[in-house]
């Protein structure tokens, strides 16, 4: 494979926020912070964040005794202001339109265009973390429900004891060459005409370069060998960690293998070239995302 690229920052990439590892192990601490004037609100609902009107940056309202000490979820410190993440769906509509008073709603996928690195990694963080506790509220071991700890970065039961943590899912996304041509499908479910690398989750007992063989052999029966990792991007949709790989094919015809696919083939590098420029019959996947960097990255080392 040739010489790399150098791969440019990625969306969803950068948050600059101190976790407050010791803060928040103080539920005193954590208590008063969350009353104090200086905390802050950064708001996220399904799939959208939301942002100051007219500017691209994420919304920060002023706490102003809006929080559960008892349910506050602690994001961490910017630059020693304390910022707290709120559910949007978890209010109600006066209470959200009060909040959102002035602001504007932003997908995620806009967001992750529209805003600096720094801005975009903390939407990335707020976003999976709420969605994390939208979707945890009751202990996967029994069934009962479960209370908000370490400031939100924990959920326990306190009917049998078991601890939850956030979990981000790992996922292999890999841009296969042979021949001057890269291996893409066109996923069921995705809009008509687009085509992207392939990708997938990395199973239990597995590492990311064993996912990248498997799922390529399990989605488009071809063989490749020589994975190697390029760069990695949080994936709020709603929890997964993208590894981006290349991986060199063996060559051969692709057939759809496991069904996750409506159609695959190889793509020569000239196809490639003129769908970056909108100027090819299907279209490839959106910038904001690191399947679009992987081939952008193989296009610029044109042999």
Known sequence: MPASTVVQALPFTGAQLDRADELRADPGRVAATAKSSEARLVAAG?????????KPRLLRVPADGRLDP??????????GVPLFGVDLEALGESERGELLAGARRATLREAGMELSRPEGGLAAYASALLNWHRTHRFCANCGARTVIVDAGLERRCESCGAHHFPRTDPVVIMLVEHEDRILMGSRSGAPEGRYSVLAGFVSP??????AVIREVWEEA????????YVAAQPWPFPASLMLGFEAVGAGGEPVIGDGELDDVRWFPRQDVAAASRGEAWFQLPGEVSIA???IERWLARAP
Do not use: K, N, Q
């Open 46 to 54: 399904l799939g959208d964040v939301a942002l100051e009107s007219g």
């Open 70 to 79: 008892s349910t506050a979820i602690l994001l961490g410190l910017e630059a």
């Open 205 to 210: 007992g597995e590492t990311p370069e064993d």
């Open 221 to 228: 029966r071809i063989e490749v060998h020589d994975p190697a």
């Open 292 to 294: 679009r960097t992987l």
